[in-house]
T-cell receptor, first 112, second 113 residues
Framework: GESVGLHLPTLSVQEGDNSIINCAYS??????FIWYKQESGKGPQFIID?????DKRQGQRVTVLLNKTVKHLSLQIAATQPGDSAVYFCAENTSGTYKYIFGTGTRLKVLA | KAGVTQTPRYLIKTRGQQVTLSCSPI?????VSWYQQTPGQGLQFLFEYFSETQRNKGNFPGRFSGRQFSNSRSEMNVSTLELGDSALYLC????????????FGSGTRLTVV
């Protein structure tokens, strides 16, 4: 498949363990954030979002935490499965700009 | 419900040529954004359109242009291709853009030789 990034930081976890992927965002004015998952040969797929008036949001097996003080986002995946193997990107948006700034991405490898 | 459709999936062009990429958004979505993805620079914003109007443009040379039609379909054009334009070009659509979130297509892989 196509390589999304040749030198991405990689997180390797055992199947069934929890994964935590971190992201430092760049703009203190950003007020909306999304985590995307990208598998080889595909476009980014929406996982979960959070607005700046929240510090935590939960979905199915995923939780996003937002720390505006240090401009940090994290994505927690519970009971990681082989199908979770992909590259994960955080993206930030500032209201009224209509553009997203993407992080560099983290490659998640799930070990059987 | 059909997703975001990008055509063609793969393209090989020669330096100096121009290329047009097409994007059909999800039905009902009026905002379309384009991104360039390369291993070295990651995902970089190109431009965003809503109801045929460009609302924002990224930091790319004027060789990169786009447009949106009345049916929300969008095209982007790159003229005078350079080797460095080789990338995956991603289109994403949204109901209204901004904090409505975007759904991405699978991209067009452009190779310039």
């Amino acid at each position: 498949g196509e390589s999304v990034g040749l030198h991405l930081p990689t997180l390797s976890v055992q199947e069934g363990d929890n994964s935590i992927i971190n992201c430092a965002y760049s703009n203190s004015a950003s007020d909306y954030f999304i985590w995307y998952k990208q598998e080889s040969g595909k476009g980014p797929q929406f996982i979960i979002d959070i607005r700046s008036n929240m510090d935590k949001r939960q979905g199915q097996r995923v939780t996003v935490l937002l720390n505006k003080t240090v401009k940090h986002l994290s994505l927690q995946i519970a009971a990681t499965q082989p199908g979770d193997s992909a590259v994960y990107f955080c993206a930030e948006n500032t209201s009224g700009t209509y553009k997203y700034i993407f992080g560099t991405g983290t490659r998640l490898k799930v070990l059987a | 419900k059909a997703g975001v459709t990008q055509t063609p999936r793969y393209l090989i062009k020669t330096r100096g040529q121009q290329v047009t990429l097409s994007c059909s958004p999800i039905s009902g979505h009026r905002s379309v954004s384009w991104y360039q993805q390369t291993p070295g620079q990651g995902l970089q914003f190109l431009f965003e359109y809503f109801s045929e109007t460009q609302r924002n443009k990224g930091n790319f040379p004027g060789r990169f242009s786009g447009r949106q039609f009345s049916n929300s379909r969008s095209e982007m054009n790159v003229s005078t291709l350079e080797l460095g334009d080789s990338a995956l070009y991603l289109c994403a659509s949204s109901l209204a853009g901004g904090d409505y979130g975007y759904t991405f297509g699978s991209g067009t892989r452009l190779t310039v030789v």
